[in-house]
């Protein structure tokens, strides 16, 4: 062979060791989609959600099972059809093999897609119950509502509350936080004066706090997005709710860790019912603190952070115990049953449901070195969806 041949043939088998090489290295990449609420009314939600994941990925690296990990991050502007055209074209076009899901809405519009393609979703933020229902793709590692209304419903009868006056966002968040505490509360005893539903976008609390006043509750459970708390507390205070011996009790969302730094001290005292807190008394969660804070220009950690942070967990592990392989049918299996210890406390995935099962807490909003904070002070230990168990 002469040496003009034998350099051709080299330079074939070389290209065609570089292109094989590629095709090997792109092969070995698995893409993650993150389909958020970045911008609208919702977006500092999915502002945390990503910066959760991203603080995962920091920490533990961006190789498992011998893959390469990559983040891709979407904006959904908080409107379901944009959510749905977005993990299409992640799904088709960039071969996402596992997505992330945010809002319900979005979350619910995702569902016939995740499906008809096999793709393993792990829902970040939505708290609504029939969520994991909709999809056997779905596998979730936020909260449900139901969870935290239960228990304060409950708590709240035990401790003094008889007529409790509800006021909720009109959404299908909203309607299932005041579904569950009002079902919840008269069934432990106490009475509804009224249940008032808030327009989700651009809310103004005031006339309904009016009304709510105007009913004689003792106690005034109330369910806002966390995104919507910090206004929520203003104008409490400024229609001088603070003062009227009504008490203040929710889910954690209105004592967002986000929000609480810039809230009126009127708030120390009131009451929620969480699965996280900034100041949940752990080494694991003051080290997500910290890294958190240092990573996002101080901004504290919320429950929706540590949703998105443990989200990022489950998929290595379910990657893990699947050597790699994205097969949406393998992953949600692997996933199934699986259980940590994160920022939160413990948590595991329900084997039957794909749901969260966690400890919910009773905390009380107190003032810590000059900032406000929910310090808890009792624990319901490994919660599940009551509306699941009371399906079953």
Do not use: C
């Not at 977005?86 to 619910?108: C, F, H, R, W, Y």
């Not at 206004?231 to 409490?236: C, E, G, H, T, V």
């Not at 807490?361 to 810590?368: F, N």
Request: glycine content about 8%.
């Amino acid at each position: 062979m002469s040496r003009t041949r034998f350099a051709v043939f080299a330079l074939v088998a070389l290209t065609l060791a570089v292109v094989q090489s590629g095709h090997a290295r792109a092969q070995d990449v698995v893409k993650i989609g993150l389909v958020m609420p970045l911008t609208g009314v919702l977006g500092p939600v999915g502002k945390q959600a990503v910066a959760g994941a991203r603080l995962y990925m920091a920490q533990h690296g961006d190789m498992v099972a011998g893959r390469k990990i990559e983040l891709i991050v979407r904006d959904d502007a908080s409107v379901p059809d944009n959510a749905k055209r977005i993990a299409q074209e992640l799904i088709v076009n960039d071969k996402v093999a596992i997505l992330g899901g945010g809002l319900t809405p979005s979350v619910l519009a995702l569902a016939p897609l995740v499906t008809e393609s096999k793709t393993a979703t792990v829902v970040m933020v939505s708290g609504t119950s029939i969520v994991t229902d909709r999809s056997p793709y779905f596998v979730r590692t936020s909260w449900t509502h139901a969870q935290q209304a239960s228990v304060l419903a409950d708590w709240a009868a035990k401790n003094g509350s008889k007529r409790a006056t509800i006021i909720a966002s009109d959404w299908a968040p909203g309607h299932e936080a005041a579904g569950v505490f009002s079902a919840s509360f008269t069934a432990a005893g106490g009475s509804i004066a009224e249940t008032l539903k808030v327009p989700l976008a651009n809310p103004d609390f005031a006339p309904f706090l009016q009304r709510a006043r105007d009913s004689n509750p003792d106690t005034l459970f109330i369910f806002v997005p966390a995104s919507q708390a910090a206004i929520l507390a203003k104008q409490f205070v400024e229609r001088g709710l603070d003062k009227s011996g009504i008490k203040l009790i929710g889910p954690g969302d209105i004592a967002d860790d986000e929000d609480l730094p810039g809230m009126s001290d009127a708030m120390i005292g009131m009451i929620t019912a969480g699965f996280y807190s900034a100041a949940h008394p752990s080494d694991l969660n003051r080290d997500y603190v910290a890294a958190f804070r240092k990573a996002n220009a101080n901004v504290r950690p919320n429950f929706i952070s540590v949703s998105a942070y443990d989200g990022m967990h489950l998929i290595y592990e379910g990657l893990k115990a699947t050597g790699g392989k994205t097969n949406g049918e393998a992953l949600i299996e692997a996933m199934k049953g699986m259980a940590w210890e994160s920022p939160r406390g413990p948590m595991s995935i329900d084997p039957k449901t794909r749901d969260v099962v966690h400890d919910i807490y009773i905390r009380r909003v107190e003032k810590i070195g000059g900032e406000l904070y929910s310090v808890e002070h009792e624990t319901f230990k490994a919660v599940k969806d009551p509306t699941k168990i009371a399906n079953k």
